[in-house]
Structure formats: structure tokens, C-alpha cells
């Protein structure tokens, strides 16, 4: 057999949130390099927050990310709060796991919609999905919509909500306004589990793997708080994340790597579902049992239903909080210490840590923030190498580039967070 | 008649202003509709040097491979309106800008900088090329890009709202956050276009929208020092998400 040589350069990640290349080498049939890059301009974050003001971090790490903003504030607020050790209410604590529901839905509504399903239907873009199937696109943008006014409810926009702030919120929604909310939630409840149930009938690859879990873990399905457990045993609290977590460089990315243990792992929807699958509500259990279902999944490609199904989670669980919802005193009075305060939440896309060094005046003297897409990095190169020898390595570069785009859309990596559009280089 | 061409094209941000367009939902379809996007990476629609008549630009120049794809984006297209803080003045991750060092930077937070393509600056896109138009606020709102497209589809030029917060928060009969409330607000100084929503949450303006200009600085430097904020504090309350002033400047 002669060896092949070919070099090929297009733009490719398309429908990810950031800027991103692959690079694959192929020699003699057999996969010899492979490299998922992150190239998307680092920002330095960590730096600037530095000489902050702790009153100040929620509306800068916000601008971290502008597809989960929320996540961002909730997991530097926690950080925070611990330190002082912040009397929170249980009002509090509920407004922010509602303000977090409104996220996840906003994002895994749009990542379902915008993002993954046009290539299961071979189309570029949701305008050309909307062509084929108008009403999933019209029952898409309706859900997601119930995400955005969740969290204008409690922050006043959806992207960079301005409503948050260490020690609770600087306003409590009126009972009229939560009313106006949760008649439009509760008309989407049934979208959404149509929504679950379309997304469940179509037809996914088989590719089954190996890899460990990492999400949080509560009574409830977590989200915005909870300890940390692993598919392998390991269950730790905010303190000790960097015990078990270390971040390192590699030469063709600007995200840092991070290793559990020194392995690769899976952060987001599929690890929390198959981490926290009995937390479910009894009616999602139902639909799922109907559904065949899947969880625990070793197939990646099965975080698009896993995201549905967290729709259903979140939506359910606001209608719930609305229903009963009162205004109350917005925030708690603490007073500020100086140490280190370690803070995290489960973002849309999995595990986000932070860490903050704060000074007797409250001035931020240190910061680490542990992005998901970072968290993701090494599991996605991993899956790569598999998924791509089992689709088979002789097939046209094209293919080859399609394929990886949709085994690197199930991870939703936000390049932001850690990018834009992928380059696929092969050399055969 | 082919429809009107866009595309929207991002450097480096948060993606957040992008959102405006992908959270409109059933508008969205209803634009495209009336232009052909051909260029849109973050919705699938890629092709980077498409000529178009409208170009949305998000995000600032941070390295040197967006000083050359910002001219190329320029000459491809007929209309080009850089939308959002860091296109506009720079953004937050304009920052560093002010830093004393910030080459050190890199060295910081990566351990490995010789791999990190990034200029010392964060830049607006003005910086580089003539933009035609532009739309402040980080985030910039749905409405605001859709008034400025359709405006422009219609033949007119989008008109630049140079009002500050403070009048449409008066005129939204918001309780003054500053007079009534004692908080550092900087709706005098700020460009309008969010609807007041800080003021509406009980909360002091910080600027998203971006220095309005002929606004009194000076004025309200004095009020918030009279608030008992040191001078330092008010130049950083002044300077978070637009912090570079010579980004600012006039087209």
C-alpha cells in the first residue's frame, strides 16, 4: 500500500461557543497524532479580578462567559459567602437554584436546538432545521425563551444579569411578576417532555466508552450547590478540589488541562445523570422507563437526551418554586473576613470551581477559576482517538471532519469559557 | 432582487453579545427572511471572507492574527458595526491595558507563555478600521441590533442614541439611586440603551453601556468623593467594563 500524504485545512468547528482547530495525523491507515487545540485569546480574568473589590466579582466574572453568566456569579458568590460565612435564608438559597434553572434551561434549550441537531438532519444551521422541522424549531425557541425570563425575573436581562450580589439579591420579584412567569412555564412543561421524548426516538451512534463521571451530588438534583462525587467513589467538599485536581499547559492550547487524579474525566449533563439519576422526579422516571432508558450511559452521544431530560428537571422544579413564591427580605448582613474561600455549582456544562484570596478590606488579593470546557479538555482528545478509529480512519477527510464535530458538540464545550471555529488538519 | 447579505464575525469575547441573535428566537427566522446570513460560526454558518453589506463585529483585537483578519473583514464588507464593550472600547479584557507590566501577564497564569499569541493590548475595532456604525452596552440588547439592521434594510442610517441613563431612568420614574439612595451610580456619565434596569433592581449604575459623551466626569467624581469614596475606588468604579479611555475616542 502506498502511503497517503494529504494536508487539509478548512474552517470547521462550526456551533461551538469559541474558537477551536483538531489536527489529525494519519499515517500508513493509523491514527499517529491527534490534537483537539483551543486558540481563542486568553482574557486573564485571574489577573484583573485581582485588587477587586469582593463586591465586584459577580458583574466581572459574569463577562467571563455569555451563554452562562449565572453560573459564573453563583459559583464566585458561594465562594465568597463561605469565607464570610454569609447567613443565607432559605429564600436565598431557593431564588438561586431558581435564577440557575433559568440558565440551564436557556443554554441546554439553545445548545439542543442551535448547536447539536442540524447534524442529525444534515443541515448547516437551525434556519435550515427550521425548514425541515418548524414546529421542533418553534417549540425549541419557546423553551428556550422560558430559560431568558427565568433569568430576567431575578437578574433583569439574560446575558450579564444584573440582579446577584454576595450575600443574596438586590431585589425580590413581585408575587404579580412571579404569577406572569409561571403561567408561561407551566405552558412549556409539556413542550419540554415532548421535547425529551422527540429527542429520545433519534437514532445515535453506538459508541459506548470508558470514562469516570464528576458532578455534585444533593438529595435534589444538584445544581448550584452540593459535594462532589465521582463514578469511582471519591466524594469531597469545595476545599479539597485541589487535592484531586491539577491543571497544566499544553503547547497547542490556551485552556489549561485538568486531570482527576492524574486520568481524564467527564464533567456536565451525561456525568450529573449518570451520578444523580435517582434524583429525578417520579414523573421523570416514568417517562424514562417508557423511553428505554439509557442512564447510566457509557455513549456520549447520549448528553443531547440527558439535556432534555435536565430541561424537564429544572422546568419542573421552578414551576414548583413559583408556585408557592413570595417576596422577601432579598439579603443576608455578614460582615467581611480575610482567608481563602473556595466556591462551586454545576454550570450547563458541568463542574465549575473557584477560588478566592481576599484581604481584611475585602480586596481580592488571588483568584483560580477551573472552567468545565478545561475540565472536559483531555476526556474530549480521548473520545477522539476512539470514536474516530471505530468511524474509520480510510473514510474521505470531510466525513472524518463531520464526524468529529459531532462527537465534540455532545461535550457543548464553550471555547469562550476556556473559544470559535475548529480547523481540521489531516496529514495522511 | 438577491436579499441583503450578513455576516457577524467574532474576536475576542464572551460570545454574550452574539446571544442577541440567538435568544431572539422566532425573529431570528423572520431575519433571515429578509437577509441572507452567510457568515455566522457560532449558528453553523461558515464562510470567513464572504463579501456581505452588513458585518456585526463582537469582540476586541487581542492578537496578531485578528489585526489582519479585522482589515480583511473590513474590505469584505459595505456596512460594518462593531457591537458590544469589547468591540466598541476594548471590554473588560481591556484591563490590561492599564497594567504596568502586562506581558507578565502571560508568564502569570500559563507556565508555558512562548505558546500564547497575544498582544499587550486589548483594542477596539476602530482601532484598526473605519467601523460605520456602533452599538455600546455589554451586553447589547436584541432590540438594539435589530433596530440598527432593519434600519439600515430600509435604507436610513441607524441613529446613535446619545442620551444618558440618568434621563431614561427619570423618565422610567425610577427612585434615583444616587440623590435618594447615597450609591456611587454612574447613570450621569453612562450612555442609555439598558432600559435603567440597575436603578429598577435597587442597584447603583456601573457602566456597561459605556461613557456618554459631553457628560460632566468631573461633577460626579466630586458627588461620589462627598459619598466618602476614596479616589481610587471611583477611578475603578469609572473604569470596569469600558476601562481603557483612549479606546473611547471618537470615530
Given at each position: 500500500m502506498t502511503e497517503r500524504r494529504i494536508k487539509i485545512d478548512v474552517p470547521s468547528l462550526a456551533?461551538?461557543?469559541g474558537e477551536g482547530a483538531l489536527h489529525l495525523k494519519i499515517t500508513e491507515g493509523a491514527l499517529d497524532a491527534l490534537q483537539f487545540k483551543i486558540y481563542e485569546p486568553p482574557r486573564f480574568f485571574e489577573k484583573f479580578l485581582e485588587g477587586r473589590h469582593y463586591t465586584e466579582v459577580p458583574d466581572i466574572v459574569a463577562r467571563i462567559c455569555g451563554i452562562c453568566p449565572v453560573a459564573y456569579q453563583v459559583s464566585a458568590v458561594n465562594a465568597l459567602e463561605s469565607l464570610f460565612q454569609a447567613p443565607l435564608t432559605p429564600w436565598i438559597k431557593q431564588m438561586r437554584?431558581?435564577?440557575y434553572c433559568g440558565e440551564w434551561i436557556q443554554s441546554h434549550s439553545l445548545h439542543i436546538h442551535l448547536l447539536a441537531l442540524p447534524d442529525y438532519f444534515s443541515e448547516e444551521s437551525v434556519l435550515g432545521l427550521a425548514a425541515k422541522e418548524p414546529e421542533v424549531v418553534k417549540r425549541g425557541f419557546a423553551i428556550q425563551e422560558a430559560g431568558n425570563r427565568l433569568i430576567r425575573f431575578l437578574g433583569g436581562r439574560s446575558v450579564h444579569p444584573v440582579g446577584l450580589k454576595v450575600g443574596g439579591f438586590h431585589r425580590a420579584p413581585s408575587a404579580e411578576e412571579a404569577k406572569e412567569l409561571l403561567e408561561f412555564l407551566q405552558e412549556r412543561l409539556p413542550e419540554a417532555v415532548a421535547l425529551a421524548e422527540w429527542v429520545a426516538g433519534i437514532k445515535l451512534p453506538e459508541d459506548e466508552q470508558e470514562f469516570v463521571s464528576v458532578a455534585l451530588s444533593t438529595e435534589q438534583f444538584a445544581i448550584e450547590a452540593g459535594l462532589l462525587?465521582?463514578?469511582?467513589?471519591?466524594?469531597?467538599?469545595?476545599?479539597q478540589y485541589e487535592a484531586h485536581f491539577t491543571e497544566s499547559q499544553s503547547p497547542h492550547s490556551t485552556a489549561l488541562w485538568s486531570l482527576m487524579d492524574g486520568?481524564?474525566?467527564?464533567?456536565?449533563?451525561l456525568a450529573r445523570l449518570n451520578l444523580n439519576h435517582d434524583c429525578l422526579p417520579a414523573f421523570l422516571k416514568t417517562l424514562l422507563n417508557r423511553l428505554g432508558d439509557p442512564f447510566p450511559s457509557r455513549n456520549m452521544f447520549h448528553s443531547m437526551l440527558a439535556r432534555a431530560i435536565e430541561i424537564c428537571v429544572v422546568l419542573h422544579e421552578a414551576i414548583s418554586i413559583l408556585q408557592s413564591y413570595q417576596p422577601d427580605t432579598p439579603s443576608a448582613e455578614f460582615s467581611v473576613r480575610a482567608g481563602a474561600g473556595f466556591g462551586w455549582s454545576e454550570a450547563p456544562r458541568g463542574l465549575l470551581w473557584h477560588r478566592y484570596t481576599v484581604d481584611e478590606q475585602g480586596i481580592i488579593t488571588a483568584a483560580k477559576i477551573v472552567p468545565p470546557t478545561s475540565q472536559n479538555q483531555a476526556r474530549i482528545e480521548r473520545d477522539l482517538e476512539k470514536s474516530l478509529t471505530a468511524f474509520g480512519l480510510d473514510k474521505a477527510d470531510e466525513l472524518l471532519r463531520l464526524h468529529s464535530e459531532k462527537v465534540v458538540r455532545n461535550y457543548d464545550p464553550c471555547i469562550s469559557c476556556a473559544t470559535h471555529f475548529l480547523k481540521l488538519t489531516t496529514e495522511r | 432582487m438577491s436579499k441583503p447579505t450578513l455576516a457577524v464575525h467574532k474576536f475576542s469575547s464572551c460570545d454574550g453579545c452574539q446571544l442577541a441573535l440567538l435568544n431572539m428566537g422566532e425573529a431570528l427566522a423572520d431575519l433571515a427572511q429578509h437577509v441572507e446570513i452567510k457568515h455566522f460560526v457560532e449558528a453553523g454558518l461558515v464562510n470567513e471572507d464572504a463579501k456581505v453589506d452588513i458585518a456585526l463585529v463582537e469582540g476586541s483585537v487581542v492578537t496578531a492574527k485578528d489585526q489582519q483578519r479585522i482589515r480583511r473583514v473590513r474590505s469584505n464588507s459595505r456596512y460594518l458595526i462593531s457591537m458590544g464593550a469589547c468591540a466598541t472600547s476594548g471590554g473588560i479584557q481591556a484591563l490590561k491595558n492599564l497594567a504596568d507590566n502586562p506581558a507578565d501577564w502571560i508568564g502569570q497564569i500559563y507556565p508555558q507563555p512562548e505558546f500564547i499569541d497575544s498582544l499587550d493590548r486589548s483594542s477596539a475595532i476602530k482601532q484598526y478600521v473605519e467601523v460605520d456604525?456602533?452599538?455600546w452596552g455589554c451586553p447589547v440588547s436584541s432590540l438594539q441590533v435589530s433596530e440598527a439592521v432593519a434600519t439600515l434594510l430600509n435604507g436610513a442610517e441607524p441613529l446613535d442614541n446619545q442620551e444618558k441613563l440618568c434621563i431614561e431612568c427619570k423618565r422610567a420614574g425610577k427612585i434615583c439611586t444616587l440623590v435618594t439612595g447615597g450609591e456611587p451610580c454612574l447613570g450621569p456619565v453612562t450612555r442609555a440603551g439598558c432600559g435603567a434596569l440597575c436603578?429598577?433592581?435597587?442597584?447603583?449604575c456601573y457602566g456597561c453601556y459605556g461613557g456618554a459623551e459631553l457628560s460632566n466626569q468631573s461633577g460626579l467624581r466630586k458627588r461620589l468623593e462627598g459619598l466618602g469614596l476614596p479616589p481610587e475606588s471611583i477611578q475603578k468604579r469609572?473604569?470596569?467594563?469600558?476601562?481603557?479611555?483612549?479606546?473611547?475616542?471618537?470615530r
Open positions: 456551533r461551538v461557543e437554584r431558581l435564577l462525587r465521582n463514578s469511582q467513589g471519591l466524594q469531597i467538599t469545595e476545599d486520568q481524564d474525566y467527564l464533567v456536565g449533563p | 456604525f456602533e452599538l436603578p429598577a433592581f435597587g442597584r447603583a469609572m473604569h470596569l467594563i469600558h476601562p481603557d479611555p483612549q479606546q473611547q475616542n471618537e
